[in-house]
């Protein structure tokens, strides 16, 4: 196997698809590549991937290698981490069998993944799946008492401009399927215009739809420049003690925003605040909510998603995975039915013409001198 293209280079690959070109070589550093991570490589069609850490560890079954083979993308694991720091951003690099070449340098040997090496890693992380489960119960409960002030305390929410109060309130988050869920809720957001939440990526997500989102929340880590601009407001998620890594990257921006220090993740603080402001519906797509969504976002538990899902309840409806509830079909009859009702108009519109006018009194006046003939001849 030989390739050979223009290197693109990121630790975060959430950070390296927005300067992917086609045709490029993504090198990246992430363990257990995730669904999420590898559409969105997927969608920028990299001739191959090289990555630092392990592609498919044999932990949990992370579905990302399968999704970016099955789209034709080589991947190829560097034996040695270390040949990560040798690549530079625009560099040529080759790929040659086993070995990874920037010139006629060898810098690393890597480890072409076939379909059987993710399909044996894939079996042997089915094998490991009831301890991990365990482990992550455990650590959800651990931390379900540390955090339970979710739910028992009364938060400090800051003053919002937009309006919550007796609103449906639509939650984005980027997570999986989340563009196709919009789709499918896309007559919902135009009939009954909820308040739009982007948690951070959320609101790029909502802006690919042509939605400005009225908040966008989160740590500020992955959402852009352009949607924190046009956004209508911005709220700061920062640690309990008051810490927000996020909020030295608002002020460079000059850009006005809100401070919410709470435990848990974005999205649950997002939920939280609708519930909080009073929201009569939160509509939640794109989230996190099983253990194979936190495991590959690198959480060991969910223990606020739990707290805050048993305080918001029955206002709380999960859109995430809709598009596949119900898909319709044409069906002939649908499409015989627009036909005639398109020509129903048509039909309407010719008869009260001038033209469609003169044409039925020459019709008329036709039938009558046939009947008068046949009675002649009778």
Same mark, same amino acid.
């Given at each position: 196997?030989?390739?050979?293209?223009?290197?693109?280079?990121?630790?975060?690959?959430?950070?390296?698809?927005?300067?992917?070109?086609?045709?490029?070589?993504?090198?990246?550093?992430?363990?257990?590549?995730?669904?999420?991570?590898?559409?969105?490589?997927?969608?920028?069609?990299?001739?191959?991937?090289?990555?630092?850490?392990?592609?498919?560890?044999?932990?949990?079954?992370? +579905?990302?290698?399968?999704?970016? $083979? /099955?789209?034709?993308?080589?991947?190829?694991?560097?034996? *040695? !981490?270390? @040949?990560?720091? &040798?690549?530079?951003?625009?560099?040529?690099?080759?790929?040659?069998?086993?070995?990874?070449?920037?010139?006629?340098?060898?810098?690393?040997?890597?480890?072409?993944?076939?379909?059987?090496?993710?399909?044996?890693?894939?079996?042997?992380?089915?094998?490991?799946?009831?301890?991990?489960?365990?482990?992550?119960?455990?650590?959800?409960?651990?931390?379900?008492?540390?955090?339970?002030?979710?739910?028992?305390?009364?938060?400090?929410?800051?003053?919002?401009?937009?309006?919550?109060?007796?609103?449906?309130?639509?939650?984005?988050?980027?997570?999986?399927?989340?563009?196709?869920?919009? +789709?499918?809720?896309?007559?919902? $957001? /135009?009939?009954?215009?909820?308040?739009?939440?982007?948690? *951070? !990526?959320? @609101?790029?997500? &909502?802006?690919?739809?042509?939605?400005?989102?009225?908040?966008?929340?989160?740590?500020?880590?992955?959402?852009?420049?352009?949607?924190?601009?046009?956004?209508?407001?911005?709220?700061?998620?920062?640690?309990?003690?008051?810490?927000?890594?996020?909020?030295?990257?608002?002020?460079?921006?000059?850009?006005?925003?809100?401070?919410?220090?709470?435990?848990?993740?974005?999205?649950?603080?997002?939920?939280?605040?609708?519930?909080?402001?009073?929201?009569?519906?939160?509509?939640?797509?794109?989230?996190?909510?099983?253990?194979?969504?936190?495991?590959?976002?690198?959480?060991?538990?969910?223990?606020?998603?739990?707290?805050?899902?048993?305080?918001?309840?029955?206002?709380?409806?999960?859109?995430? !995975?809709?598009?596949?509830?119900?898909?319709?079909?044409?069906?002939?009859?649908?499409?015989?039915?627009?036909?005639?009702?398109?020509?129903?108009?048509?039909?309407?519109?010719?008869?009260?013409?001038?033209?469609?006018?003169?044409?039925?009194?020459?019709?008329?006046?036709?039938?009558?001198?046939?009947?008068?003939?046949?009675?002649?001849?009778?």
């Amino acid at each position: 196997m030989f390739i050979e293209s223009i290197a693109k280079k990121d630790e975060k690959t959430k950070n390296l698809v927005k300067r992917l070109n086609p045709g490029n070589i993504a090198v990246i550093k992430h363990r257990d590549i995730d669904e999420v991570a590898a559409r969105s490589l997927v969608e920028k069609k990299p001739r191959a991937v090289i990555n630092a850490c392990e592609s498919i560890s044999g932990k949990y079954p992370n +579905l990302g290698p399968s999704i970016l $083979i /099955e789209a034709g993308i080589t991947i190829v694991d560097m034996d *040695d !981490g270390s @040949g990560f720091d &040798l690549i530079d951003e625009d560099c040529t690099i080759k790929i040659y069998n086993n070995g990874i070449y920037i010139g006629n340098k060898r810098i690393s040997n890597g480890k072409i993944l076939t379909k059987e090496i993710i399909h044996n890693k894939t079996e042997d992380a089915m094998g490991n799946l009831e301890e991990v489960l365990e482990d992550f119960i455990e650590n959800t409960l651990e931390y379900a008492k540390k955090e339970k002030s979710l739910i028992l305390d009364n938060i400090n929410m800051p003053d919002i401009d937009v309006d919550m109060k007796n609103k449906h309130v639509l939650v984005v988050v980027r997570g999986k399927d989340y563009k196709k869920d919009l +789709l499918a809720i896309r007559t919902y $957001i /135009e009939e009954v215009k909820p308040v739009l939440i982007g948690v *951070d !990526g959320g @609101g790029d997500a &909502l802006l690919e739809f042509g939605y400005t989102p009225h908040i966008v929340i989160g740590d500020m880590d992955s959402v852009s420049d352009n949607c924190l601009k046009c956004c209508g407001e911005i709220v700061v998620h920062a640690y309990k003690d008051g810490r927000a890594p996020g909020i030295n990257r608002i002020k460079n921006l000059q850009l006005k925003h809100k401070l919410l220090p709470s435990p848990g993740t974005s999205e649950d603080i997002a939920m939280l605040l609708a519930y909080e402001k009073g929201a009569d519906f939160i509509v939640a797509v794109g989230t996190h909510t099983n253990m194979i969504d936190f495991l590959e976002k690198g959480r060991r538990g969910m223990a606020s998603t739990f707290l805050v899902r048993l305080k918001i309840g029955a206002k709380l409806i999960d859109a995430k !995975g809709v598009n596949k509830l119900y898909r319709e079909k044409i069906k002939p009859i649908h499409l015989l039915s627009v036909f005639i009702a398109s020509l129903i108009p048509i039909v309407i519109i010719s008869l009260f013409s001038p033209l469609g006018m003169n044409i039925i009194r020459l019709l008329q006046i036709r039938l009558k001198l046939l009947y008068e003939l046949k009675e002649i001849l009778w």
